[in-house]
């Protein structure tokens, strides 16, 4: 009897950790990816920029992914990196997030159910904290794929639901997979920890973060990835510039001074944006449910050069997938609205495929709109939503 229990025990347990394996390899696709551990960590405090640019440093050099002219200094930084993308979400218990004020270009979309996350493009500027980092998604990652070769996308975790959502799927099949791609899932402390007491009382799903040097620190260190990749290959070997251009003059500023729109009718209190152009510092502050959109590396309320309205094809992945996974056409061309010097423009967005740099074209004069030098917001919207300004 002793013997029979002891056998039934066993082929229990035996049951159990076979279910444990399974899991972690076929929640992947097949892919085998046991979780990396995520310990907790609370750094010393250290907000801010984590620039460190001396003030009397001239601004002569023209950052590639925006314009924004910065030191010779943080040049040198960045000829030595490539290009990051960080999932950074926006759910009413992640904020104030760490590290949009740094990111270069910044698009915000739903991620679902009304809920919206932002793909935050580094290169030229560092953050000593970013987050809180959440799940990767498709059309985010088709969005990314226009910076250069092999760009590096930062995420924990992402849709995997078998369909048109399989954004883990995609990243394998587009050869990202334990190269550029750097999910959380297979990228271990210290480059990613868990930090309780920067958002204290917040649920555990928003409490990831990552800081930008220990990112391409990894990069370089454990794929090889720096400016060039394994090869030799430069990432911007076939990367297009926008055109840019110095701020407008006092005079030639325009008076379109608020800009507010939103996303879903589902937590729509939460999720209405409000752009305020200031005209003085030739900026516009966000606003977020209804208050200003804190950035807490620099305790000071988001604020951008360019607002850009990138209106998108909504459509359910229809996957199965409780909640809905949704996705957005961000290949081909659409309407926009563009946003800059206190002044609007009807546009059309221009996108031939994934690899493919994203214009913009006025629609008066057929021209590429040029991007005033600085930080660039693009805001996807559903066909169709309003826009008040």
């Keep these: 009897m002793i013997n029979k229990k002891i056998a039934l025990f066993f082929a229990f347990a035996v049951f159990l950790l076979s279910g444990v394996i399974s899991y972690f390899i076929f929640a992947n696709g097949g892919e085998v990816k046991f979780l990396s551990p995520l310990s907790t960590y609370t750094p010393p405090k250290s907000n801010g920029t984590g620039e460190s640019v001396s003030p009397s440093e001239p601004k002569t050099e023209e950052c590639p992914l925006n314009g924004e002219l910065l030191t010779k200094s943080q040049k040198a930084k960045w000829e030595t990196r490539r290009p990051l993308g960080v999932m950074i979400e926006n759910h009413k218990d992640a904020r104030p997030q760490s590290g949009l004020s740094s990111a ?122 720096t400016n060039v990749d394994e090869k030799g290959v430069a990432w911007d070997k076939n990367f297009t510039k926008w055109k840019f251009k110095d701020d407008a003059t006092s005079d030639e500023r325009g008076a379109v001074g608020k800009i507010d729109f939103g996303f879903w009718n589902s937590f729509a209190p939460d999720f209405g944006v409000v752009w305020n152009y200031d005209k003085v510092r030739n900026t516009y502050k966000r606003d977020n449910g209804g208050i200003p959109h804190m950035d807490k590396n620099t305790g000071k309320a988001l604020e951008t050069k360019n607002v850009i309205i990138l209106f998108a094809k909504e459509s359910p992945a229809n996957d199965g997938y409780e909640g809905g996974h949704i996705l957005y056409r961000v290949t081909g061309t659409g309407d926009a609205l563009v946003f800059q010097d206190g002044n609007a423009t009807k546009a059309t967005w221009n996108k031939f495929d994934e690899e493919s740099r994203i214009k913009f074209t006025d629609n008066k004069t057929g021209k590429e709109i040029s991007i005033v030098r600085g930080q660039v917001f693009i805001e996807v919207l559903p066909i169709g939503n309003k826009v008040t300004y």
């Excluded at 996308?153 to 399989?166: K, R």
């Excluded at 550029?180 to 973060?209: I, K």
């Design 104 to 225: 270069d270009v910044i698009y915000e979309a739903v991620a679902e159910g009304g809920i919206t996350r932002f793909l935050s493009i580094f290169y030229c500027k560092d953050s000593p904290y970013i987050g809180p980092v959440r799940s990767a998604r498709m059309y985010f990652i088709k969005m990314l794929q226009e910076y250069g070769n092999f760009p590096l996308y930062a995420h924990v975790g992402g849709a995997n639901t078998p369909g048109p959502a399989n954004a883990l799927g995609y990243i394998n099949t587009i050869d990202w997979g334990l190269y550029n791609d750097m999910n959380q899932f297979a990228v271990p402390f210290p480059y990613y920890w868990r930090d309780y007491e920067r958002l204290p009382n917040r649920a555990t799903e928003h409490t990831v973060y990552s800081s930008t040097s220990k990112l391409w620190q990894y990069a370089k260190e454990k794929r090889g990835l």
